[in-house]
């Protein structure tokens, strides 16, 4: 599976964006897929996932009730919506397919198995 994430930019504290994570290959609909990101100096942190029928969603604490995950399978495609956007949120973010299937979703960065080669999001404050 290769995926292609998309959509970032710079934005002022307090705007919005989206992210788009595409596959040029095979189906994304078979893959629970999440978003990660990470800032300078630090570590891959887990954002968000979603199931493969966008049946479930799971959140960081640092982002839940901004951020929302979302597919539309027929467009092969998965989104992130962020609002309310914090300067704490810079990072380059990336998505990723969950290769094995699971009851859960995953928010261990080893757990996946595909990767986009991620969209720099930067927030001015």
């Known amino acids: 599976v290769q995926l292609q994430a998309s959509g970032g930019g710079l934005v002022q504290a307090g705007g919005s964006l989206r992210l788009s994570c595409a596959s040029s290959?095979?189906?994304?609909?078979?893959?629970?897929i999440g978003w990660f990101r990470q800032a300078p100096g630090k570590e891959r942190e887990f954002v968000a996932a979603?199931?493969?029928?966008?049946?479930?969603?799971s959140y960081a604490d640092s982002v839940k009730g901004r951020f929302t995950i979302s597919r539309d399978n027929a467009k092969n495609t998965v989104y992130l919506r962020m609002n309310s956007l914090k300067a704490v949120d810079t990072a380059v973010y990336y998505c990723?397919?969950?290769?094995?299937?699971?009851?859960?979703?995953?928010?261990?960065?080893?757990?996946?198995?595909?990767w986009g080669q991620g969209t720099q999001v930067t927030v001015s404050s």
């Open positions: 990723a397919a969950d290769g094995i299937p699971s009851l859960f979703l995953r928010t261990v960065v080893a757990d996946y198995d595909y």
């Open positions: 290959g095979r189906t994304l609909s078979s893959y629970a």
């Open positions: 979603i199931s493969w029928n966008g049946g479930s969603t």
